[in-house]
């Protein structure tokens, strides 16, 4: 019985493959045989971007990782989905996060390509007890702009009380309610890490055969270089501190200082430059008394290869450029540049530490000066912002000065005492500078700080610092430099008035009476209050804070409340110093109208 119920059934799969199609069997084979082509190719793809330049593929350099194509993928689903919003079939579709770095009053979300104004979004929030991931809440963008070649930045209000982290965006078209969207969950593409500031990698930069990477909270001691021994760099496509660590490939770290780590690449993107389109890069490090390294740090920073860069100048390098950061001061902008560009700055370098007092139209106005603005949203990060600043001007500038917006040059000697044809003051900024520039010694030029008063005001002067502060301390204050970007110590490293400079090169120390800083640090209260918000130094604690009182970046006196003390306009007054006032009106003002060129006119 048994023998003949398996003919049986012997004979009943012979018939039904018999009605089976010739084709059917071909299809069947031309699936597995396609699919083994793929897989083969994606393998040998895979290993060329490695090994195609004798890229070691040792276990020390080389970190498989099996989610690395589902990385892959999503990145390329991202940027296909992001595309999709110029149609206006898919103009609901939620924008994919890439990355999130939660601040002390906002949330910074960084997406991939360009996208639309502030106000036209929203940003998503979710409650921490709702496992289902619907929409909670949806509160106005903050700000939105673009950051690089590649990303833009979106600011969001920080979450409630209960609400995740985690925080989406959506596109606001006309008043759609909020119910509406309440059936719309998250992308499972989306990142769902977020990383503190207190902790991340947040900048990096391509330099030679190394990546210059900005860190936060490697707590390493300020004003000096680290032992970049203690460092490991990774490079990959995954996203540490989240959830997909990718393939990962480790070289060792260079220099460290304060925030700054400087990487080898990895041979592979060394020789082909190209090929670093949007990897990220991130640095673990072990303690002094710990023999392991701790898990590689939580990273936003990706590298991009030339392709990314800039186009620089083909008629050779500007002979000065001024790079500056500044929060709020959009207004005075105006007269700085305009008197800097008198005496010969050429190019300009504006780091915007989240301004939001319409820099960007102030910015557009004075494009005729040849001035940039870089987006640096990283707050208390201002020695940093100016290593990345000495990084991107050295292509373009012989001598790069780092001051702020309320300092102005001025020559006591050279403006009273004309040479040759011209009017006083022309270009003498750059001439002292370019005297320098085939020196075989001299690497940078310190100005001393002349720090001035309200000198009886009590509203802004209407004509600008430079005419209206004419009151001053009468010993200088601290020093301000300009120096060659290409002369530097690889570590960058930099404590805000001066770098650290290339072995065998020095300082020079210019003549107080030749060439000073006028300072107007201590201006009317209503500008001067504006201070006790945060200070941008990443090592000079907040005023608000009760901490350093007598530190020299405070005013002293001043208690940690931005309350107007007595008599503040009458303050810091030891010498009246009209030197550059009567040069200004004299030199710089319209004969006819007496305006100066920094006065906007009305229509």
Known sequence: MDSSSSSSSEQRRKRKRAGRPYYYYYSQAHYFSLRSFVLCLSFLVFLLFLSSDRFPLGPASFHPVLKASTLLSSST??????????????????????????????????????????????????????????????RPALSAEQYGAFRSIVRCPIPEANYSGVVDLRRRVGDVAESDWSLRVKSNQSSQTVHSWEKVVYEAVLDGDTAVLFVKGLKLRPHRRSDPTRFSCHFGFGNWGGENEGFVLTTEAVTAAQEVVRCLLPRSIKNMPERAQGIRVTVSHRSSRARVHEPPIGSVAKIYGPKAEEVRRDKGKYELCVCTMVWNQAQALREWIKYHAWLGVERWFIYDNNSDDGIEDVIKELEFYNVSRQSWPWIKAQEAGFSHCALKARDECNWVGFFDVDEFFYFPYGFRHLKGKGLPGHNYLKSMVANFSSSKTVAEIRTECHSFGPSGLSSPPEQGVT??????????ERHKSIVRPDLLDSSLLNVVHHFLLREGFRHLNVIESRVVINHYKYQVWDTFKAKFYRRVATYVVDWQKDQNKGSKDRAPGLGTEAIEPPNWRLRFCEVWDTGLRDFVLAYLADPVTGSLPWQRTLL
């Open 77 to 138: 689903t991202s940027s296909s989905i992001l595309d999709s919003f110029n149609s206006n079939n898919n103009r609901f579709l939620p924008i994919l996060v890439n990355d999130r770095v939660l601040f002390p009053d906002h949330v910074l979300l960084i997406v991939s390509n360009q996208i639309v104004q502030a106000q036209d979004l929203d940003c998503v929030y979710y409650s921490k007890f709702n496992g289902s991931d619907e929409l909670v809440k949806a």
């Open 467 to 476: 005419v209206g502060y004419t009151c001053r301390l009468q010993s200088p």
